[in-house]
């Protein structure tokens, strides 16, 4: 599967080398926009693996672009600038993860750096659907206990009797003890 990425350049020239660089190391440019606004609005509505700017775009430098994505999404992020500002770019950068690739383009460094990035995102973007995973079994937990309190405070059970009632609850109606939750809070919590 291709490295979907997001191609920001306000130079056409620019952009079919890039593009051609980013297909040899395993990219498939989605889109490919000129401007901040777009870019954003892009990054916003689909989900890219990469970002890569090549600075200047037509209404900035890039660095807020790349600062804020690398802050609000998944993807990874490659900012092209200029040699002379490479450096003191890098550093202003470096804390929020963006790659910074100075002009003119090695390639080999580009494909290293490429694969640096795209293996940081991978991991990311792991760490980020468990996190998710673990919100979402903490937020049922917890509902699960809202519910166990609420048997206990409205038909006097003890805690271990509560939890077995939701669990047989949800074996007999074959739903997820979840659902039983929900419908108890639904009963009981209108008593309040």
Known sequence: MKN????VSRLSSAVNAIS???EENGCEVGAVVSDEQSARELANDTVYD???INSP???SDGVDLAVTLSKNTICGVVLIVPSEKAAHIGKTVSDYGVVVVSKPINK???RQLLGVVQAA???YAGLSRENERLRSTLEESKLINRAKF????YLALSEERAHKY????AMDMRISKVEVARQIMKTYSSKH
Do not use: G, H, P, S
Request: proline share 0%.
């Open 4 to 7: 979907k990425t997001l191609l």
């Open 20 to 22: 051609a660089l980013l």
């Open 50 to 52: 990469t970002v890569v």
């Open 57 to 59: 775009i037509e209404d």
């Open 108 to 110: 080999m460094l580009f």
């Open 121 to 123: 995102q991978k991991r």
């Open 150 to 153: 609420l048997l206990m405070q």
């Open 166 to 169: 939701i669990e047989k609850q």
